[in-house]
């Protein structure tokens, strides 16, 4: 069973915090995701990593960045928290095999919420 | 960018009836995938159909796929309370096979 797990489920911040926002996933996947779902808005895709050290932006990356040092883990960090980053922050992985697409596996989400 | 759309956007139906759900896209595709998810919780991937594909069940799920109306369908057949969740479907994007593009979903609501 793949599992993908997110270091909080609800964290509080203030405004101009730096927030580190950990996931693992245990199946050795290439591909990790970090989206934001907003009510409205959908998933939105922050960041993108196909392998260690490699990072693409995706569609809303402004405000954030991401560290993959390990193919398990994948941080996305926010360098000066501000109240429009109050957020449902979702991470995915999945396999990634050239030419192909396959289906994410997602954690349970962190509920960020800055003040 | 590309983007499936589903429709409805809400759908509220009683326990035991079938509910269908629909997506439509803009550009050629070469799979399309369905999740759900639960309130406040993550997704969960259902079906992933491939553009060569025209039909594909699993469970009380069958999803279609019309890729020249660029359309797919979601139904699911007597459903049950627990049913109740946000569907989405995702296409893949037309920069990178490994990234997907989430549709703004449907909100379905199955009542006992």
């Not at chain 2, 499936?4 to 139906?13: H, K, V």
Request: hydrophobic content about 30%; glycine content about 8%.
């Amino acid at each position: 069973d793949v599992k993908v797990t997110q270091s909080s489920r609800y964290l509080v911040k203030r405004t101009g915090e730096k927030v580190f926002l950990e996931c693992v996933q245990d199946m050795d996947h290439e591909n990790m995701f970090w989206y934001r779902q907003d009510p409205g808005l959908g998933l939105r895709l922050i960041y993108f990593s196909y392998d260690v050290k490699m990072k693409e932006k995706g569609d809303i990356p402004e405000g954030y960045s991401v560290s993959r040092e390990k193919k398990e883990r994948f941080s996305l960090i926010l360098e000066s928290a501000s109240t429009n980053q109050t957020s449902m922050y979702l991470c995915a992985s999945s396999l990634g095999v050239t030419g192909l697409s396959y289906e994410q596996y997602f954690g349970p989400g962190t509920r960020l919420t800055v003040t | 960018s590309q983007q499936g759309e589903e429709d409805p956007q809400a759908l509220s139906i009683q326990e035991g009836e079938n509910a269908t759900m629909n997506c439509s896209y803009k550009t050629s595709i070469n799979n399309l995938q369905w999740y759900r998810q639960n309130s406040g919780r993550g997704l969960v991937h259902l079906i992933l159909i491939r553009s060569n594909e025209r039909e594909k069940h699993s469970g009380r799920l069958r999803v279609t796929l019309d890729t020249s109306k660029k359309s797919s369908s979601l139904l699911i057949t007597a459903s049950r309370a627990a049913d109740t969740a946000s569907y989405f479907c995702a296409t893949d994007s037309e920069t990178s096979y490994d990234k997907v593009i989430f549709g703004p979903g449907t909100s379905l609501s199955v009542i006992p």
